[in-house]
Each structure stands twice: as C-alpha cells, then as structure tokens.
C-alpha cells in the first residue's frame, strides 16, 4: 500500500459528502444548510437545530409544537432518578450522558400531535430533550442539592437553567445560553461526528451512534477543550503569571488549550462571535477578571506564535467557559453542556447518512518490528 495513502489523522482525506454544515477554513466562514452562522446566531435555538436536521425553516406552529413536545420530555421519571442514583458518583458527566443515550432508547414514544415524524428522528429529539434534565440532575446530584420538581421555563435552554439552579434566569442569560448552543451545535465531519458516522455504519441504531459520538466528545482535543481552558486559566490565576506560564508552556512543547483551530485558517467565525458576547456578559467584579485573564493569555499567546510566523487565534472553545462561568455553570459541566447542543448534529447526520449507509472500514499499513 503507498505512503501517499497513509494519514494517520485523516487530515485531508475526503471520506464522505453532507449537505448539513460548510466549514471553509480558508476564508474563516461556517454555515448551517446554506445559512451562515453570523445570521443564525440571531435566530431561536430550536429554530436552528430544527434546521440542521430537516434541511429547511420549519413553519412557527410546527415550531412550537416540538418546542412543547421536547418540554414535555425535559424532565427524568422516578424510575431515571433512580437509574441515576444507582451510578457511581464519581463518574464524570460526559460518561453519565454517554450512558443515557442508549438507556432511553426503550420508550415508546408518540409525537406532537399533527406531526407525522420519522422513528430515528423521533427518538433522537427524545434524546436531545432529556439530555438537559440529566445534566442538570447531575449537578445538583453532585453538589447534594434536593433535585428540582417543578417544571418551568418556555424554552429548551431556560428549562435547563431552571433545573440547574432552581430559579428562572434572565432573559440576558437564555440568550447567552442559545447562542453559545446555536454556535456549537454543528461542525461538519468534526471526530465526534464521524464517530458517530462509523456507529451508524454498522446498523447500530441512532441511540448508539449518539452515544458514540458523546464519548468521542469528552476528550479534551475535542468537546472536552472547554473544560482545559478553564483548568488552564485557574492554573495561572493572575495576569502576571501569564508570560512565564505561556513561555514554560511552550518551552516544553505544549498545547495552549482553546488557541488555534485544525480547520480554520482565520479567526474561527464562532469566536469571532461569542468573544464580546463574553465580555458584556461578564458583569460582577470575579467573572470581568477572569475575561480578563483569558484575554491576556490569548494576546500573549497569539505574540508568541507570531513571533514564529504563526497566525493563531482563539478557537470557540476559549472564551466559551467565560460565558459559562457568568451563567453559573461550573467547569465540569462545560463539555456536557455543549453535548446538549451537539446532540442536534448527530441526529441530522444519522437521517442524512441513513439512506447510503455502508459499513466504513479503513485499511491499515502493516509495518512489522
């Protein structure tokens, strides 16, 4: 087998076509189904994720009929509570909502009334709905909070703020939330993705592609860079620790987490986005220093990598745990928060790949010792 076949990261290698999302690094531009994300980051979030999936706007009372559906399903049953109890509280939350996708896939599910829906997209907006109440769940699980009964909130993401802190949130925070899930929520053949694609090759159904791709997101060169922004961040603790972190950092050929981006050549789009959101968000006198700190930890680290003849900015995830953070949202909770998004993305690959599945099965170069 040649050489000239071999990626070992498959970087560059074409391994299938989607009509879903465009990344074109080269210029720094990402859109979803034809729509750019600077537009969508303006539109509701289930509006965008609804898109994502069935390729085109749906109509406001569909809209508004899955809206109250997904409601409906954003909360656990007695016997889920349960199932939650029974796992060792030391597991991270990823490996919690890892866990879940395959263990909802027995319900039996009926669909807004009106609405004639496909059983895998059924099953995977079930899915999506009730990842929100077992993140929430687990957090209040984890910091021995009663687990919040009522059910209030209008929206998906203010639904989930509820059940995470027990109050409402203001509409400043939802709109927070909905754009930060909007921005991540499709990315294209990303490893998450294509775990997922593999998953579904084999016939498995849409509950174990989903969660396929939800441990490929836990890992901290993935999803999990979010939560290693902040770690980073708490490591340095002050401005002026930021040069000689960045430099022994890199001095010892390190990854300053959340800087620079495989696919975009340019300031990632997102970024470009969410950065000021983070800054106007970042109200109390503890959440400006920490923005404060990220940004002096990206000028020092974009001066360093210039010096080198390097253009590198910060990725979607840098700033991310800044919003977060002012959101009340503690760092091991950031990659579960963003599978709650990315969830939408991995149902519209399974419909797209569905009808053309084949089994995908590299080839490997044998190189004996």
């Given at each position: 087998?040649?050489?000239?076949?071999?990626?070992?990261?498959?970087?560059?290698?074409?391994?299938?076509?989607?009509?879903?999302?465009?990344?074109?690094?080269?210029?720094?531009?990402?859109?979803?189904?034809?729509?750019?994300?600077?537009?969508?980051?303006?539109?509701?979030?289930?509006?965008?994720?609804?898109?994502?999936?069935?390729?085109?706007?749906?109509?406001?009372?569909?809209?508004?009929?899955?809206?109250?559906?997904?409601?409906?399903?954003?909360?656990?049953?007695?016997?889920?509570?349960?199932?939650l109890e029974l796992l060792p509280p030391s597991l991270h939350t990823m490996e919690v909502l890892q866990s879940a996708a395959p263990a909802l896939a027995a319900q039996v599910l009926q669909p807004p009334a009106g609405i004639e829906a496909d059983p895998d997209l059924l099953r995977g907006l079930f899915i999506a709905a009730k990842l929100p109440a077992f993140l929430a769940a687990k957090y209040r699980q984890d910091?021995?909070?009663?687990?919040?009964?009522?059910?209030?909130?209008?929206?998906?993401?203010?639904?989930?703020?509820?059940?995470?802190?027990?109050?409402?949130?203001?509409?400043?925070?939802?709109?927070?939330?909905?754009?930060?899930?909007?921005?991540?929520?499709?990315?294209?053949?990303?490893?998450?993705?294509?775990?997922?694609?593999?998953?579904?090759?084999?016939?498995?159904?849409?509950?174990?592609?989903?969660?396929?791709?939800?441990?490929?997101?836990?890992?901290?060169?993935?999803?999990?860079?979010?939560?290693?922004?902040?770690?980073?961040?708490?490591?340095?603790?002050?401005?002026?620790?930021?040069?000689?972190?960045?430099?022994?950092?890199?001095?010892?050929?390190?990854?300053?987490?959340?800087?620079?981006?495989?696919?975009?050549?340019?300031?990632?789009?997102?970024?470009?986005?969410?950065?000021?959101?983070?800054?106007?968000?970042?109200?109390?006198?503890?959440?400006?220093?920490?923005?404060?700190?990220?940004?002096?930890?990206?000028?020092?680290?974009?001066?360093?990598?210039?010096?080198?003849?390097?253009?590198?900015?910060?990725?979607?995830?840098?700033?991310?745990?800044?919003?977060?953070?002012?959101?009340?949202?503690?760092?091991?909770?950031?990659?579960?928060?963003?599978?709650?998004?990315?969830?939408?993305?991995?149902?519209?690959?399974?419909?797209?790949?569905?009808?053309?599945?084949?089994?995908?099965?590299?080839?490997?170069?044998?190189?004996?010792?």
């Amino acid at each position: 087998m040649s050489d000239a076949l071999y990626s070992p990261s498959l970087e560059g290698v074409v391994v299938g076509q989607t009509a879903i999302s465009d990344v074109d690094g080269a210029q720094g531009r990402l859109s979803y189904r034809g729509v750019a994300i600077d537009e969508l980051a303006k539109w509701p979030y289930l509006d965008v994720a609804l898109l994502v999936i069935t390729g085109k706007r749906a109509p406001a009372a569909q809209i508004e009929a899955w809206n109250t559906w997904m409601l409906g399903h954003c909360q656990l049953s007695p016997r889920e509570r349960s199932w939650l109890e029974l796992l060792p509280p030391s597991l991270h939350t990823m490996e919690v909502l890892q866990s879940a996708a395959p263990a909802l896939a027995a319900q039996v599910l009926q669909p807004p009334a009106g609405i004639e829906a496909d059983p895998d997209l059924l099953r995977g907006l079930f899915i999506a709905a009730k990842l929100p109440a077992f993140l929430a769940a687990k957090y209040r699980q984890d910091q021995k909070l009663v687990l919040v009964e009522q059910q209030e909130g209008s929206s998906l993401n203010e639904r989930f703020l509820f059940l995470l802190h027990g109050s409402l949130p203001t509409a400043e925070q939802v709109r927070a939330l909905d754009t930060v899930q909007i921005l991540q929520l499709e990315h294209s053949y990303n490893a998450g993705t294509f775990a997922g694609r593999v998953c579904a090759s084999t016939n498995a159904p849409i509950a174990s592609s989903i969660s396929a791709s939800i441990g490929t997101l836990f890992g901290n060169l993935h999803g999990g860079a979010d939560e290693a922004v902040m770690g980073m961040a708490k490591r340095i603790g002050r401005l002026d620790n930021v040069k000689p972190y960045i430099d022994q950092l890199l001095g010892e050929k390190g990854k300053v987490m959340g800087m620079g981006h495989r696919e975009y050549k340019r300031l990632d789009p997102r970024a470009a986005i969410l950065k000021p959101m983070a800054e106007a968000l970042c109200h109390d006198a503890a959440a400006r220093d920490n923005f404060e700190l990220l940004k002096e930890i990206e000028r020092y680290s974009r001066e360093r990598f210039l010096k080198k003849g390097k253009d590198i900015w910060a990725n979607l995830e840098f700033y991310k745990g800044a919003v977060f953070e002012a959101l009340g949202i503690a760092p091991a909770y950031y990659t579960g928060v963003f599978a709650c998004s990315r969830v939408f993305g991995y149902v519209a690959h399974f419909m797209e790949f569905r009808p053309v599945r084949k089994l995908i099965r590299p080839r490997a170069q044998y190189r004996p010792q």
